[in-house]
Nanobody, 119 residues
Framework: VQLQASGGGLVQAGGSLRLSCAAS????????MVWFRQTAGNEREFVAA?????????YKNSVKGRFTISRDNTKNTTVYLQMNSLKPEDTAVYYC????????????WGQGTLVTVSS
């Protein structure tokens, strides 16, 4: 599976962005899909995950109610991260990953996409 993240950019606090992670390969629906983020000098941190079918989602506490993860297992084979009510502390490079569980054993990673939230 190859992953290509996009959608990052500069937005003012309170604004919204939607990140996309396009997956190639016919096994997309076999994987949990996960979004992480990382700021300079810090470890990569979990943001959100979605189950293979999309029925179950998991979020970092600080983004609950503001971020929504979703996926398209049909035509587009893409996972999305809708980010609303953005805060300056959401500024980071965001990465998508594919794994056999939502919290570990990630097998594939996409390149990052930078999100900058100005105050």
């Amino acid at each position: 599976v190859q992953l290509q993240a996009s959608g990052g950019g500069l937005v003012q606090a309170g604004g919204s962005l939607r990140l996309s992670c396009a997956a190639s390969g016919r096994t997309f629906s076999s994987y949990y899909m996960v979004w992480f983020r990382q700021t300079a000098g810090n470890e990569r941190e979990f943001v959100a995950a979605i189950s293979r079918s999309g029925a179950f989602t998991y979020y970092k506490n600080s983004v609950k109610g503001r971020f929504t993860i979703s996926r398209d297992n049909t035509k587009n084979t893409t996972v999305y991260l809708q980010m609303n009510s953005l805060k300056p502390e959401d500024t980071a490079v965001y990465y998508c990953a594919a794994g056999v569980s939502p919290f570990d054993n990630y097998e594939y990673w996409g390149q990052g996409t930078l999100v900058t939230v100005s105050s």
